[in-house]
């Protein structure tokens, strides 16, 4: 009876917490002169950023900020070209043409499309919300480095949509968007790849023995397996949660969140933005579980919606 009352429990606070507002940041917040609140350098949660702890993040404006394009290599597609034509022709790897302009490499390519890559590393465009640090973080590169190559100081403001090189990236979260994704333009790409072992929907719940709506859906794969970002949003929560044991919540545009479940432990903390692809977390065996897996939800707002309507 104490298990079922968990498993209750569960259903009743994971909507609350995602109604009640994300889950303050655990370290210290750093103010700067324009009043903006931004996180702190350098966590070392994800990758090694280095130890930038002096230097403050550039303020993300939502407005419409300079191209850079000196910095960048800018194609124009012509009539039936292919992205391998287009690598070929700037020099880059096609790995390095999909990243900088994310595409998922099954796209069609229309005349007049205008390409950017670099041969100095991957071009990253800025999404709103998003910190310097953020993506240092996303990258693994030295925040220093970062403004360095892009002439940014502490009191530049950078925009959402703007271009800049992350340089000397040759790989990144992007070749996992690619894999994941199946090579198919999606909104939200599978977490790992991993036997779908139950799915959404009305089941008998493998440890308890009790018919129950599962909330989303199980993939088997071994624990410390990575697991990725699905889509780009901002870390909403991590924690511990009664059945989902230790549980990361993304919350996504267009009131989407993800929730992925009996995890081993994160990369990753609240209020950090985070890329599709990026790997946020490790599988586990937390929680009520019958066995090392990943448990997967998709919800709109507090609602769970079946993935599978979502999943390339």
């Known amino acids: 009876m104490a298990v079922v009352a968990l498993i209750l429990l569960a259903i009743i606070v994971i909507p609350?917490?995602?109604r009640s507002g994300r889950a303050p940041r655990d370290d210290s917040l750093v103010v700067i002169d324009d009043g903006t609140i931004l996180g702190p350098i350098d966590d070392g949660t994800t990758g090694d950023a280095g130890d930038d702890s002096s230097i403050d993040d550039a303020t993300v404006d939502d407005g419409v900020g300079p191209i850079r394009s000196e910095r960048f290599l800018v194609h124009t597609v012509?009539?039936?070209e292919s992205i391998a034509d287009i690598a070929t022709v700037?020099?880059?790897?096609i790995s390095n043409l999909l990243a900088s302009n994310r595409l998922f490499g099954g796209e069609q390519l229309q005349p007049n499309q205008v390409l950017y890559a670099s041969d100095r590393g991957i071009?990253?465009?800025i999404q709103l919300g998003q910190t310097l640090s953020d993506i240092a973080r996303s990258y693994a590169v030295p925040l220093e480095t970062l403004m360095d190559a892009n002439d940014l100081t502490s009191?530049?403001?950078i925009f959402a949509g703007d271009r800049?090189?992350?340089p000397g990236a040759t790989t990144s979260f992007w070749n996992n968007a690619v894999a994941l994704s199946k090579g198919v333009s999606t909104q939200f790409i599978w977490p790992l790849e991993g036997e779908l072992v139950s799915e959404f929907g009305w089941r008998v719940h493998p440890v308890l023995g009790d018919r129950h709506h599962h909330d989303g859906i199980?993939?088997?794969v071994p624990e410390g397996t990575a697991v990725h970002a699905t889509a780009a949003g901002e870390v909403y929560f991590y924690g511990e949660q009664p059945g989902y044991g230790n549980v990361l919540i993304i919350e996504h545009a267009n009131g989407f969140y993800t929730l992925y479940g009996h995890l081993s432990d994160s990369f990753v903390f609240a209020g950090q933005y985070v890329e599709m692809g990026q790997a946020v977390a490790r599988s586990g065996n937390t929680g009520i579980s019958s066995g090392p897996h990943l448990h997967?939800?998709?919800?709109n707002r507090e609602y769970p919606i079946d993935p599978a309507r979502y999943l390339p």
């Open 296 to 299: 997967f939800e998709l919800r």
């Open 218 to 220: 199980d993939l088997d």
């Open 155 to 157: 009191s530049s403001t």
């Open 16 to 18: 609350i917490l995602i």
């Open 123 to 125: 071009v990253h465009i």
């Open 90 to 93: 700037l020099g880059v790897t």
């Open 78 to 80: 012509d009539d039936g």
């Open 164 to 166: 800049i090189l992350i």
